[in-house]
Protein backbone atom coordinates (compact mmCIF):
# COMPACT_ATOMS: atom_id res chain seq x y z
CA UNK A 1 0.00 0.00 0.00
CA UNK A 2 1.16 3.68 -0.45
CA UNK A 3 0.12 6.63 1.67
CA UNK A 4 -2.69 7.06 -0.70
CA UNK A 5 -4.30 4.30 0.69
CA UNK A 6 -4.90 5.22 4.39
CA UNK A 7 -8.38 6.76 4.19
CA UNK A 8 -9.54 3.54 2.59
CA UNK A 9 -7.57 1.48 5.19
CA UNK A 10 -8.75 3.41 7.95
CA UNK A 11 -12.28 3.35 7.01
CA UNK A 12 -12.25 -0.37 6.63
CA UNK A 13 -10.62 -0.97 10.34
CA UNK A 14 -13.36 1.21 11.89
CA UNK A 15 -15.75 -1.05 10.25
CA UNK A 16 -14.21 -4.00 11.92
CA UNK A 17 -13.86 -1.64 15.33
CA UNK A 18 -17.60 -1.45 15.19
CA UNK A 19 -17.92 -5.49 14.96
CA UNK A 20 -15.61 -5.69 18.09
CA UNK A 21 -18.21 -2.99 20.19
CA UNK A 22 -15.75 -0.26 19.61
CA UNK A 23 -17.75 2.93 18.39
CA UNK A 24 -14.37 5.01 18.14
CA UNK A 25 -11.25 4.30 16.54
CA UNK A 26 -8.33 6.61 17.44
CA UNK A 27 -6.63 8.26 14.42
CA UNK A 28 -2.92 7.21 16.04
CA UNK A 29 -4.32 3.67 16.09
CA UNK A 30 -5.24 3.69 12.46
CA UNK A 31 -1.75 5.16 12.05
CA UNK A 32 0.00 2.37 13.92
CA UNK A 33 -1.95 -0.59 11.75
CA UNK A 34 -1.40 1.53 8.54
CA UNK A 35 2.43 1.48 8.95
CA UNK A 36 2.73 -1.95 10.23
CA UNK A 37 0.81 -3.79 7.61
CA UNK A 38 1.74 -1.44 4.57
CA UNK A 39 4.01 -3.68 2.90
CA UNK A 40 0.77 -5.37 2.45
CA UNK A 41 -0.64 -5.42 -1.44
CA UNK A 42 -4.39 -2.98 -1.27
CA UNK A 43 -6.69 -5.03 -2.80
CA UNK A 44 -6.13 -8.43 -0.65
CA UNK A 45 -6.01 -6.37 2.64
CA UNK A 46 -9.14 -4.57 1.86
CA UNK A 47 -10.59 -7.97 0.89
CA UNK A 48 -9.62 -9.94 4.06
CA UNK A 49 -10.77 -6.76 6.46
CA UNK A 50 -14.01 -6.36 4.53
CA UNK A 51 -14.68 -10.32 5.24
CA UNK A 52 -13.86 -10.16 8.30
CA UNK A 53 -16.40 -7.21 9.46
CA UNK A 54 -18.77 -9.13 7.41
CA UNK A 55 -18.60 -12.39 9.38
CA UNK A 56 -17.33 -12.25 12.66
CA UNK A 57 -19.24 -12.41 15.82
CA UNK A 58 -19.94 -9.22 17.36
CA UNK A 59 -17.88 -8.08 20.72
CA UNK A 60 -15.31 -10.13 19.42
CA UNK A 61 -12.03 -8.72 20.32
CA UNK A 62 -10.34 -6.45 18.43
CA UNK A 63 -7.32 -8.24 16.36
CA UNK A 64 -3.88 -7.85 16.12
CA UNK A 65 -1.67 -6.47 12.92
CA UNK A 66 -0.26 -9.85 13.10
CA UNK A 67 -3.89 -11.33 13.48
CA UNK A 68 -5.31 -9.28 10.17
CA UNK A 69 -1.81 -10.15 8.53
CA UNK A 70 -2.42 -13.57 8.72
CA UNK A 71 -5.68 -13.20 7.05
CA UNK A 72 -4.54 -11.93 4.47
CA UNK A 73 -1.83 -14.99 3.72
CA UNK A 74 -4.77 -17.39 4.45
CA UNK A 75 -6.75 -15.84 1.81
CA UNK A 76 -3.96 -14.37 -0.83
CA UNK A 77 -4.07 -15.74 -4.44
CA UNK A 78 -1.02 -18.64 -5.20
CA UNK A 79 1.72 -17.27 -7.57
CA UNK A 80 0.79 -17.94 -10.83
CA UNK A 81 3.77 -17.90 -12.31
CA UNK A 82 6.11 -16.19 -14.56
CA UNK A 83 4.98 -15.68 -18.61
CA UNK A 84 7.47 -16.13 -21.28
CA UNK A 85 8.12 -13.03 -21.69
CA UNK A 86 8.67 -12.10 -17.99
CA UNK A 87 11.05 -14.51 -17.55
CA UNK A 88 13.13 -13.57 -20.59
CA UNK A 89 13.05 -10.13 -18.56
CA UNK A 90 14.37 -11.55 -15.50
CA UNK A 91 16.82 -13.70 -17.51
CA UNK A 92 18.26 -10.59 -19.20
CA UNK A 93 18.74 -9.07 -15.45
CA UNK A 94 20.03 -11.96 -13.79
CA UNK A 95 22.30 -13.58 -16.35
CA UNK A 96 24.97 -10.25 -16.82
CA UNK A 97 25.14 -10.73 -12.65
CA UNK A 98 26.09 -14.20 -12.42
CA UNK A 99 28.93 -13.59 -15.78
CA UNK A 100 30.08 -11.34 -13.53
CA UNK A 101 30.37 -13.74 -10.95
CA UNK A 102 31.61 -16.13 -12.57
CA UNK A 103 34.37 -13.67 -14.06
CA UNK A 104 35.53 -12.94 -10.37
CA UNK A 105 36.95 -16.01 -10.13
CA UNK A 106 35.10 -16.32 -6.13
CA UNK A 107 35.29 -19.22 -4.51
CA UNK A 108 32.11 -20.93 -3.37
CA UNK A 109 28.98 -21.56 -4.57
CA UNK A 110 27.09 -19.19 -7.17
CA UNK A 111 24.28 -19.64 -5.20
CA UNK A 112 23.81 -16.95 -2.72
CA UNK A 113 24.90 -14.02 -5.86
CA UNK A 114 22.02 -15.89 -7.64
CA UNK A 115 19.28 -15.51 -4.78
CA UNK A 116 19.86 -12.07 -4.49
CA UNK A 117 19.95 -11.71 -8.20
CA UNK A 118 16.97 -12.98 -8.47
CA UNK A 119 14.42 -11.58 -6.12
CA UNK A 120 16.32 -8.41 -6.81
CA UNK A 121 15.43 -8.50 -10.47
CA UNK A 122 11.83 -9.77 -9.39
CA UNK A 123 11.70 -6.69 -7.12
CA UNK A 124 12.50 -4.49 -10.27
CA UNK A 125 9.77 -5.60 -12.58
CA UNK A 126 6.87 -5.75 -10.01
CA UNK A 127 6.81 -9.73 -9.76
CA UNK A 128 7.93 -10.79 -6.31
CA UNK A 129 4.14 -12.01 -6.01
CA UNK A 130 3.99 -13.74 -9.05
CA UNK A 131 7.20 -16.31 -9.49
CA UNK A 132 6.81 -19.65 -8.29
CA UNK A 133 10.16 -21.51 -7.46
CA UNK A 134 10.05 -23.88 -10.37
CA UNK A 135 10.59 -20.04 -12.29
CA UNK A 136 13.43 -19.67 -10.02
CA UNK A 137 14.78 -23.04 -10.78
CA UNK A 138 14.36 -22.77 -14.43
CA UNK A 139 16.23 -19.21 -14.16
CA UNK A 140 19.10 -21.04 -12.16
CA UNK A 141 19.32 -23.89 -14.73
CA UNK A 142 18.79 -21.98 -17.56
CA UNK A 143 22.77 -19.96 -16.01
CA UNK A 144 23.89 -23.70 -15.67
CA UNK A 145 23.05 -24.44 -19.22
CA UNK A 146 24.94 -21.02 -20.54
CA UNK A 147 21.73 -19.62 -21.84
CA UNK A 148 19.72 -22.44 -23.28
CA UNK A 149 16.56 -23.58 -22.37
CA UNK A 150 16.78 -27.53 -22.58
CA UNK A 151 19.97 -29.65 -22.14
CA UNK A 152 19.70 -30.36 -25.72
CA UNK A 153 21.17 -26.60 -26.61
CA UNK A 154 22.77 -26.36 -24.10
CA UNK A 155 26.59 -25.35 -25.55
CA UNK A 156 29.63 -27.93 -23.50
CA UNK A 157 30.98 -24.42 -22.62
CA UNK A 158 30.82 -20.52 -24.23
CA UNK A 159 32.79 -19.32 -26.24
CA UNK A 160 34.45 -17.34 -23.66
CA UNK A 161 35.14 -20.24 -21.72
CA UNK A 162 36.67 -22.14 -24.78
CA UNK A 163 38.59 -19.07 -25.78
CA UNK A 164 40.27 -19.11 -22.03
CA UNK A 165 41.01 -22.80 -22.45
CA UNK A 166 42.93 -22.45 -25.52
CA UNK A 167 45.09 -19.80 -24.62
CA UNK A 168 46.06 -22.05 -21.69
CA UNK A 169 46.71 -25.53 -24.05
CA UNK A 170 48.00 -23.16 -27.01
CA UNK A 171 51.07 -22.97 -25.83
CA UNK A 172 52.48 -26.45 -24.70
CA UNK A 173 51.06 -28.27 -28.16
CA UNK A 174 53.44 -28.94 -30.56
CA UNK A 175 53.40 -28.80 -34.17
CA UNK A 176 50.62 -31.30 -35.67
CA UNK A 177 47.29 -31.97 -36.22
CA UNK A 178 46.21 -31.18 -32.21
CA UNK A 179 47.96 -27.72 -32.48
CA UNK A 180 46.46 -27.35 -36.62
CA UNK A 181 42.89 -28.20 -35.01
CA UNK A 182 42.76 -26.04 -31.84
CA UNK A 183 44.39 -23.06 -33.73
CA UNK A 184 41.43 -23.60 -36.31
CA UNK A 185 39.10 -23.37 -33.20
CA UNK A 186 40.43 -20.54 -31.96
CA UNK A 187 40.63 -18.85 -35.37
CA UNK A 188 36.70 -19.04 -35.51
CA UNK A 189 36.58 -17.71 -32.25
CA UNK A 190 37.95 -14.68 -33.23
CA UNK A 191 36.08 -14.79 -36.46
CA UNK A 192 32.45 -14.93 -34.61
CA UNK A 193 33.75 -12.52 -32.40
CA UNK A 194 34.43 -9.58 -35.10
CA UNK A 195 31.32 -10.58 -36.87
CA UNK A 196 29.34 -10.04 -33.29
CA UNK A 197 31.27 -7.05 -32.58
CA UNK A 198 31.48 -5.43 -36.02
CA UNK A 199 32.46 -1.96 -34.67
CA UNK A 200 35.45 -2.70 -32.92
CA UNK A 201 38.18 -2.59 -34.87
CA UNK A 202 37.54 0.69 -36.03
Known sequence: MTDADLQAFSRALFEIA???????????????YFRQLS????????????????????????????????????????????????????????????????RSGKPGSAWPTFEVTWHGALADLGLLRAAKPQDRQDCWQRWLWHGAVNAEEAPIAT??????????????TRPGPFRTAITEIADRIAEARRDRDPGEDG
Open 159 to 172: REQVEAILRDVMPR
Open 39 to 102: DLPREPLLRAMANFAKTAETGRRFPSPREIREWVSSTQTQPHGLTDDEKTAVWLRVNPAMNAWE
Open 18 to 32: VVCGRHKLEDDVAAV
